[in-house]
């Protein structure tokens, strides 16, 4: 089993000629992911570290004779949502978008056309995910030889809302010899494709994942929604949590960080949070470093009900 | 973003949406003028971007134009919440019959846009929420299938109306779900919605917020509203350190180098990015220190970026030494940044050993970095250093940080209401 | 005058020569190199921006380009 992304997975990235697109085109070939072709309308004829680019994801698919199994988007925000659109038109069912301050009502239209045709999206405002060992779609962790620092397989499933939390998070698990199975970089927009809840069937079915790390934030509802998923559910992984933002606490109406930290409501304080999670038995902690610990204690818990320890 | 009423009025007027009678004034003879005009009993309000405007006296009723001048005078010179208002509605004072809520807010678990709609209009839609779950109606409309008015109706029948109630307001609500998809707004309310006693339905009062990404798109709308692009509508204006900061970001694409937010501490913070700077200014304050301001770095700056950034936090006033900070690095290298904070010190005549209490910023060209901190002697934390133990080590080399933190002050404490509260509620109830 | 952490030096033997300065101004990502009416100028203001892509150094003949990294007196070259 695996999430998202397997070795066979191919993917494309809409906008490859773009600064950070060419960078992280390099990054995702140089870490052993398959890219099979790049769109830049008008750019048709180009190569992009040797992938091929395209006017369109149609003539991409016409000229590889496969329809691509993802496509990761770094377009700028006012084209986000043909290209988005586009992919999804031509059968991509894993999209992950890595532009930000897309307006929130193209985020709603990108995710109710995904509904509709049965595929995922991750992000927008996000660095993508990676399968350590495995590959990566996206910009998450940088070039291949930092990513090996940060990202070694392991048993921890890792979920944050901020892009650079995944890797010092991931690079804390691995320091710690723990490990990751899969990182998934959520994205740091109040409406996102792939919320925590939305994503854990996805590592309760991975064999790999034996626990689970969240980053999250002040702002919208989706830990109060990955609490009421862990109680009605009764998930197998333990899970630990970091709350980043507490101050925001004392400057109601303020803004920080993600534009998905925006406080609309009591429910979505950094206090009001906490609480929540761990109400539902999800551990709380105070700093990066506990992590590895509490992940530890969590499945040393579990060992004789049959779960797995892993040193 | 929000708006003042006077400018959700007008953008109600787009939508067709009927409104009373309205004037926005600057001056008492202004207002008097709108009041002759109306020619009859009017409501005088303040122009803030707060709610509580009738507690704290900013909303009066006149019967003569004399009266309306004498209350505007009044309603003009009163600050709410820290806020001088910007001006005052003169509107026809409504003959009402009964008062509904009726507004658009996103759903960010179902990532749609959802109808709130109530026959309890007039007062606070949370407390009605929760004192009176069966007056509230709600439903999703899609963003990608034309919009529907049977959407607007089945939340309004929720409620039990029926009859000339429900065929005559379901146009209007749909009209504010159309309002809120063209206009890029978070929430569209109109509370209260007002039943006159012809039968007729208008708007009282209105309050829309538009998205901050969306205001590029949005320039044409701005523009007839007046509202300029530095306006930043947030809780409290931006002080001339913070302006800066936006200058600094805004004058140079590579990278972000801003989010600049002041603060009356001692220790001076460059850190990111949007996830990190979070952790780290939590992890200052959490080893008792005064942090003089929060920024973010990120996305790659270049090394003049963001060694303006690092010049505008040295030389804050009280600041003795600063922090750089970041979780591990992607794309946003070490070595460029190592560059840009030294740079600034020394164009400024400080010791980078000295005004740097520590430098964690592990990731993409970390040799490199370490290399340029080594020259210069810099202490400087891999990424064995936690986030937290980083901010530890900087909290101890400046003054007065170990009994705690002391409580978050910026510039102005005085604006605390928050612009955006969800489903805020209506500011005042009118009397019929 | 060098930079704090940078100096590039271009060799005088190709310094004045127009196809070089318009292709090191191209290849420059950072804009180190100007184009001075077909002549290689180096843009001091910049130095410091470089990012040791070492795109100049291909684009140069062999050696005519050198990247001093003043903070551990390395040199990029071919």
């Known amino acids: ?311 | 973003m929000r708006f003042f009423e006077y400018e959700s009025r007008r953008i109600l007027e787009r939508e067709r949406i009927p409104i009373t009678q309205s004037g926005h004034a600057e001056t008492p003879e202004e207002a008097r003028k709108i009041a002759e005009d109306v020619g009859g009993p009017v409501v005088i309000k303040s122009q803030v971007l707060a709610g509580g405007r009738m507690k704290a006296g900013g909303v009066k009723f006149a019967d003569t134009p004399e009266e309306c001048e004498a209350h505007a005078r009044d309603i003009l010179a009163l600050e709410i919440n820290g806020q001088v208002p910007r001006g005052v509605l003169v509107a026809a004072k409504a003959q009402i019959a009964h008062e509904y809520y009726a507004g658009v807010i996103y759903d960010g678990v179902r990532k749609l846009p959802t109808f709130v709609f109530s026959d309890m209009g007039g007062i606070d839609i949370e407390e009605v929420a929760e004192t009176h779950p069966d007056h509230i109606g709600r439903g999703h409309f899609s963003t990608v299938l034309p919009p529907m008015d049977f959407r607007a109706k089945d939340a309004i029948a929720q409620t039990g109306l029926t009859g000339r109630e429900l065929t005559r307001l379901t146009p209007i609500l749909s009209a504010l779900a159309r309002l809120f998809a063209t206009y890029d707004m978070t929430l569209a309310e109109i509370n209260p919605l007002v039943k006159l006693e012809d039968g007729s339905f208008v708007a009282v009062d209105a309050h829309m917020e538009m998205e901050n990404e969306a205001r590029p798109r949005q320039k044409a709308l701005l523009t007839e509203l007046g509202v300029g692009e530095d306006e930043t509508r947030e809780a409290r204006e931006a002080t001339p350190f913070e302006i800066e900061g936006e200058r600094i970001d805004s004058v140079d694409h590579r990278g972000v180098a801003g989010n600049v937010t002041e603060f009356d501490g001692n220790l001076g913070l460059v850190i990111g990015a949007g996830g990190g700077s979070l952790t780290l200014f939590d992890a200052v304050r959490h080893h008792g220190g005064n942090p003089a301001n929060y920024c973010e770095i990120g996305g790659n700056p270049s090394v003049s970026k963001a060694a303006n950034l690092t010049k505008l936090v040295l030389q804050k006033p009280g600041v003795e030494k600063i922090a750089v900070m970041m979780s591990t690095v992607s794309n946003t290298r070490v070595d460029i940044v190592a560059r840009g904070v030294i740079k600034a010190c020394v164009e400024l005549g400080f010791d980078p050993a000295e005004k740097i209490a520590v430098f964690r910023i592990p990731g993409a060209w970390e040799e490199e970095g370490f290399k340029i901190l080594d020259r210069y002697g810099l202490e400087y934390a891999d990424r064995s250093v936690s986030m937290h133990e980083a901010a530890r080590i900087a909290v101890e080399k400046v003054s007065g940080g170990s009994d705690g933190a002391a409580p978050l002050r910026g510039e102005e404490p005085g604006a605390e209401k928050p612009p955006t509260e969800r489903l805020s509620g209506a500011d005042e109830v009118l009397e019929g | 005058m060098a930079g704090l952490f940078i100096d590039v030096e271009v060799d005088e033997s190709v310094a004045g020569d127009p196809d070089l300065a318009r292709r090191l101004e191209e290849a420059c990502p950072v804009d180190i190199f100007a184009d001075a009416d077909g002549r290689v100028e180096v843009v001091e203001d910049n130095l410091d921006e470089c990012v040791l892509c070492e795109l100049c150094i291909g684009t140069a003949p062999a050696g005519a380009v050198r990247v001093k990294k003043l903070y551990d007196e390395t040199v990029l070259s071919t």
């Open chain 1, 1 to 311: 089993m695996s999430i998202l992304i397997d070795e066979s997975t191919t993917f494309i990235v809409q906008g490859i000629t773009g600064r950070e697109a060419v960078n992280l085109t390099r990054e995702c070939l140089d870490y052993g992911s398959t890219i099979i072709g790049g769109v830049t309308p008008g750019r048709r004829g180009r190569e992009v570290h040797g992938v091929p680019v395209f006017d369109s994801v149609a003539q991409l698919v016409e000229a590889t004779g496969q329809v691509p199994d993802g496509s990761v988007v770094t377009v700028p925000p006012a084209f986000t949502r043909d290209a988005v659109f586009e992919a999804i038109e031509a059968g991509v069912r894993l999209v992950v978008i890595v532009t930000e301050r897309i307006p929130r009502y193209d985020v709603a239209q990108m995710v109710e056309l995904a509904n509709l045709r049965g595929a995922r999206i991750i992000g927008p405002n996000c660095l993508g995910l990676i399968r350590p060992g495995v590959g990566k779609m996206g910009g998450i962790g940088g070039p291949a030889r930092d990513v090996v620092k940060a990202y070694q397989p392991g048993s921890v499933g890792v979920m944050s809302r901020s892009g650079g939390m995944t890797t010092e998070i991931s690079s804390t698990l691995t320091a710690a010899g723990l490990g990751v199975s899969t990182a998934i970089s959520i994205g740091g927009d109040p409406i996102i494709g792939s919320t925590y809840a939305e994503l854990m069937p996805l590592f309760e079915a991975d064999d790999q994942s034996e626990a689970i790390v969240i980053y999250s934030e002040p702002g919208g509802r989706m830990e109060a929604e990955l609490a009421a998923w862990v109680i009605e559910n009764r998930s197998r992984l333990p899970i630990v949590a970091f709350m980043a933002g507490r101050f925001m606490d004392e400057m109601p109406g303020m803004s920080f960080g993600h534009a998905g930290t925006i406080v609309e409501g009591k429910a979505d304080t950094a206090a009001e949070k906490i609480a929540r999670l761990e109400a539902a038995g999800i551990a709380v902690a105070q700093e990066i470093a506990e992590i590895p610990d509490l992940v530890r204690e969590r499945l040393g818990g579990r060992a004789g009900a049959g779960g797995q320890v892993v040193a």
